[in-house]
């Protein structure tokens, strides 16, 4: 057997490309702006997760200008050997201190974050209790550990207590959840993972790759929304949303984080984040928070759509973020629906199976600080012509 059998097999791909509804790999030739170009065509981008405006901020690109100028493009190598540079210990203690740990670790990728701290934490003496609907580098990072996967039903709490009450008390226990679920935009329920966590002596992990910057009242994410933010023990954030670059973080107790940056291979193997996109970041993180009012837009952006989408008569599922989807049923709709959007000038992403259930599929929508309301209201018209068009709303 040809270990290559299965590319010449793969026709997935395909069979969309020739019914010409391919909507995967799209080039934008522009800045991730509100409005972004495509094929010479300027398109409403309801696509992205640029949730605070930054990525095209004359500040943000002024600072990473000056930081290739002081230290070239790149670092040349891991954090663990010669890759550590100044700004690397710089955005470090700004996180910690934006998030209130001791500590904090920045890795290439958010991906990488997620890989490596996970599958480090985890030995053969482990479980690890993860949500139905984690994200897919937290489901490989507990592949990649030695411990045990349980997982619980989206957002049951009676299901994890009866899988928590159900471990042996000699197995150490780690809950990972996404604090905002990536695809239907719902929360985390954090008030009732942090009950049980204690109850039963397990520990608690959050990815809030979509909340930093978003959720709580200085942008700190979903345990400062929720309030329990002594009581959860490790936080975990991207770069690629709201903070206007590429990389991640895990914060938490000095110890764990020590132990972590011995240990993550996804860390001490993967070559350092360049200084343009850390430089990035630190000015990211200054104009967050010297300017809330960025948030305060966000989501006045975000409750206008919901509320008019509603109107329209579309199924928004239980979004309660910057993520708004729109459940149009058939995965061929939702490919129909993203090419018909984009000729009528939106930009929105097609979630199908199996990332979602058969017969669920969506377009997945989400906001900019940066979108005005003519933005907003051209968005409208076209997702109303086009949902009548494909039968989705009448």
């Not at 509100?34 to 004359?58: Q, R």
């Not at 990332?355 to 997945?364: D, E, L, Q, S």
Request: glycine share 8%.
């Amino acid at each position: 057997m040809d270990v290559f059998q299965k590319c010449f097999d793969f026709r997935a791909a395909n069979a969309i490309r020739e019914i010409g509804l391919y909507p995967y790999f799209r080039v934008i030739s522009s800045a991730q702006d509100p409005v972004v170009t495509i094929d010479g065509h300027e398109l409403v981008m309801l696509g992205s997760n640029n949730y605070l405006g930054l990525t095209n901020h004359p500040e943000v690109k002024e600072a990473a200008v000056q930081a290739v100028r002081e230290y070239g493009s790149g670092a040349a190598g891991s954090r663990f050997l010669n890759g550590t540079l100044k700004i690397h210990i710089e955005l470090e203690k700004m996180l910690a201190e934006f998030i209130g740990r001791e500590a904090a670790l920045v890795f290439s990728t958010g991906f990488q974050v997620n890989l490596g701290t996970i599958s480090c934490l985890l030995d053969r003496r482990d479980l690890v209790f993860l949500d139905a609907l984690d994200h897919a580098c937290i489901i490989d990072g507990a592949r990649l550990g030695f411990g045990r996967t349980v997982k619980y039903k989206h957002n049951d709490m009676k299901d994890l207590e009866e899988r928590l009450a159900a471990a042996d008390d000699e197995k150490g226990k780690l809950i990972v959840t996404d604090g905002v679920f990536s695809m239907e935009g719902d929360l985390a329920d954090l008030p009732g993972l942090v009950e049980l966590k204690e109850k039963y002596g397990a520990r608690l992990m959050v990815d809030d790759a979509h909340a930093v910057g978003v959720f709580g009242a200085h942008g700190r994410g979903t345990a400062e929304h929720f309030g329990v933010e002594e009581r959860v023990d490790l936080m975990m954030g991207t770069f690629s949303k709201s903070l206007a670059a590429v990389g991640g973080y895990i914060a938490g107790d000095a110890t764990i984080i020590d132990y972590i940056k011995h240990s993550a291979r996804s860390l001490i193997f993967s070559a350092s984040p360049p200084p343009a996109s850390v430089a990035s970041v630190l000015k990211a993180i200054e104009i967050l928070k010297r300017e809330p009012e960025r948030r305060e837009r966000l989501w006045e952006n975000t409750a206008y759509m919901k509320k008019e989408f509603v109107n329209l008569g579309f199924d928004t599922g239980n979004s309660d973020s910057p993520v708004i989807p729109l459940v149009v049923g058939e995965d061929l709709t939702a490919f129909q629906m993203t090419k018909r959007l984009q000729e009528e000038g939106v930009f929105a992403n097609p979630v199908v199976s199996p990332a979602v259930p058969p017969g669920r599929a969506m377009m997945r929508t989400s906001y900019m600080a940066t979108h005005t309301r003519e933005h907003l209201d051209r968005s409208l018209e076209a997702f109303a012509k086009v949902g009548r068009e494909m039968g989705v709303i009448s």
